[in-house]
């Protein structure tokens, strides 16, 4: 979970983040070892607002993602890649609400022990959030 990889997802102040939450100060709100259950098991609590959809289309093509944002005609979502994805919401034939979260599993595996002790240390640094 380099750094760039975390950043692609939630971002943080002034750009903040397209598909996840801005991590800006979520020190200030989370505790260390909740910040890094977070990280280990990402599908344990979604933040309001970026819970995982499903979506079936007429053509019975399937899809997953977060809304990042919607119209009466048009529904942007981003998937597990970080990519953008825009859709007519007249295509979508049936639309749920998933317990798993867009970040996948195991992040944490492709980090050496000391890269990984180093994420709760950076989000810790960020407490204050930025002025807009």
């Known amino acids: 979970m380099e750094k760039s990889l975390c950043l692609r ?3 943080l102040r002034p750009a903040g983040g397209r598909i ?4 800006t100060g979520i020190a ?8 890094i259950e977070s990280i280990l098991e990402p599908s344990r609590a979604a933040a309001p607002g970026y819970e995982t959809l499903g ?5 019975e093509r399937i899809m997953s993602g977060i809304r990042v944002s919607e119209s009466d005609q048009l529904l942007v979502l981003g998937d597990k890649q970080g990519k953008l994805h825009n859709m007519s919401t007249t295509d979508i034939e049936e639309n749920t609400t998933q317990s798993e979260s867009t970040v996948r599993d195991g992040l944490e595996k ?23």
Do not use: C, I, M
């Open 9 to 11: 997802f939630n971002g």
């Open 20 to 23: 996840s939450p801005d991590l």
């Open 28 to 35: 200030s709100h989370f505790s260390r070892s909740h910040l």
């Open 55 to 59: 979506l079936q289309f007429e053509n």
């Open 110 to 132: 492709k980090l050496t022990d000391s890269a990984f002790a180093g994420v709760p240390v950076f989000l810790e640094s960020e407490r204050t959030p930025h002025a807009r």
